[in-house]
């Protein structure tokens, strides 16, 4: 799995995602940092990756028939970076599991 984590996310977590040996990128590494949601998820689908959002307006794009884009959609209030990838850690397995089942949008509360 690859992922592509949005602009309204710390870099951090592209960064913890590698130390697991993901392939994680942030917006900004790919120069998308002032892109629409539009651009940013072509980016996603032209390289495989997942996207990681609390963006609603990506829901809206993954939920679009025939478009093979997904999402990793954070349903999280706002939280410090270190409270934020303590929650993904703890999830990490289930995301993994549903994203591997063919789920399209795999949400974390």
Known sequence: MKFLVDNQLPVAL???LQKRGVDAVHVLDLELGQSTDRV??????DEQRIVISKDEDFVILA????DPGRLLWLRIGNCRT???IK???SSWTRIS???????RIVELR
């Open 87 to 89: 929650r993904l850690e």
């Open 63 to 66: 939920s679009r028939p025939g």
């Open 82 to 84: 270190f409270d934020l």
């Open 97 to 103: 599991e549903e994203f591997q089942k063919g789920c």
């Open 40 to 45: 940013i998820w072509h980016a996603a689908v």
């Open 14 to 16: 592209a960064h913890w």
